[in-house]
């Protein structure tokens, strides 16, 4: 832990105790606050006191999942009657990480840290999730995940803005669905990674992930055809270099890792 300047951590009771001061910041997992230096901060507001549920089930048959539900636990969530659920798994295992961070990282910490690998961005894109977001100003505001991500490390988020939890409809987890990811390493940071769902009516929904700079989403109103999908894919201008990928490679292989997700959708 490299927090030099740290001088106290807070720990949140009430939405009141969310206000922060100048060098604070919101501890939820904390796996990536304490992964490098964070001189600029001088205080931490402890979000998992305020006693979030890990997730509930909504009464129109949807999912709320706390921004505070680590890993561990949203991987439990029953699938038995939401099939889409299996996207969580799917995603948290392409993550690069110790069982340490398993136990600890939360989805809110995976979505708002805003880094092309984070896999939980891309399965939540692919299923329509819906941010809750609490305001400075006592209020709250909505937007999906694909809109909120902005960049790397770049969110819509404004000071003193909190993610409360992630909303997905009772549609989208009848979903069929399908994972795939590539890394040049067995080991390695996921290059790209392929989450998509097809509907009951046949709406067809690809997010990709990984070697773009932020979600990308690719809706089609009936399974596409190959032609159709890559013109889609060939339109997306994101895309980037760095040691784990160069951006033709990362082009190259979502190519064909979306080519399988079609097949199977449309299987």
């Avoid at 040049?184 to 929904?205: E, F, N």
Wanted: aromatic letters at 6%.
């Amino acid at each position: 832990m490299d927090l030099p300047n740290l001088t106290g951590v807070r720990l949140a009771r009430d939405r009141s105790d969310l206000a922060l001061a100048a060098g604070e910041a919101p501890l939820a997992g904390g796996t990536w606050l304490y992964s490098e230096p964070q001189t600029h901060l001088t205080g931490l507001v402890d979000l998992t006191t305020l006693g979030w549920p890990d997730w509930t089930e909504r009464v129109d048959g949807g999912l709320s999942i706390g921004a505070t539900c680590a890993v561990v636990d949203l991987v439990r969530i029953p699938d038995s009657d939401r099939p889409a659920v299996r996207l969580f798994r799917q995603g948290a295992e392409s993550l690069l990480q110790s069982f340490k961070v398993w136990n600890t990282a939360t989805i809110g910490g995976n979505i708002v840290t805003a880094l092309a690998a984070g896999a939980l961005i891309g399965v939540t894109a692919a299923l329509d999730a819906e941010l809750v977001i609490w305001t400075a100003d006592g209020g709250e505001r909505r937007q999906r995940v694909e809109a909120f991500v902005l960049g790397q490390r770049a969110t819509s988020l404004a000071r003193g803005e909190v993610l409360r939890s992630i909303e997905i409809g009772p549609a989208p987890l009848a979903a069929r669905t399908a994972f795939r990811r590539i890394a040049l390493s067995p080991l390695g940071r996921a290059g790209t990674v392929v989450a998509g769902r097809r509907d009951a009516g046949g709406t067809t929904v690809l997010s990709i992930t990984g070697g773009t700079a932020r979600p990308e989403v690719l809706r089609f109103p009936e399974p596409p055809g190959p032609e159709h999908l890559l013109a889609a894919i060939d339109s997306i201008r994101s895309w980037f270099t760095d040691a784990h990928g160069a951006a033709d490679w990362r082009a190259a292989m979502t190519r064909t890792l979306a080519e399988s997700v079609r097949e199977e959708l449309a299987a």
